[in-house]
């Protein structure tokens, strides 16, 4: 039962990074997954969701137009693409799922985070 999260690196800003999170234990099909991040000294915040099918996304307003969000259920791995990366986006990512309703609010599980440093 884990989500292992990767991708994460150093990258300059108006760069690109992709993030990765593979899920095991689970029927990963069933459940809503999202991403997350915290910056330093801050806290955790919602950063984009995917429902079961891929079908329905939603994005926090500081990465909409940016970041996409996209899932492989034959390959139980969500994934988020970072693109025009800011400075501000440095933080450590988080993937989640969630059963019942958006991922975006209360998770089930966790993952561990990947670090994501974006230079100026």
């Known amino acids: 039962v884990q989500l292992q999260a990767s991708g994460g690196g150093l990258v300059q800003a108006g760069g690109s990074l992709r993030l990765s999170c593979a899920a095991s234990g689970r029927t990963f099909s069933s459940y809503n997954m999202g991403w997350f991040r915290q910056a330093p000294g801050k806290e955790r915040e919602f950063v984009a969701q995917i429902s079961r099918s891929g079908g329905s996304t939603s994005y926090a307003d500081s990465v909409k137009g940016r970041f996409t969000i996209s899932r492989d259920n034959a390959k139980n791995t969500v994934y988020l693409q970072m693109n025009s990366l800011k400075p501000e986006d440095t933080a450590v990512y988080y993937c989640?799922?969630?059963?019942?309703?958006?991922?975006?609010?209360?998770?089930?599980?966790w993952g561990q985070g990947t670090q994501v440093t974006v230079s100026s």
């Open positions: 989640a799922q969630k059963l019942y309703g958006s991922a975006r609010y209360d998770p089930d599980y």
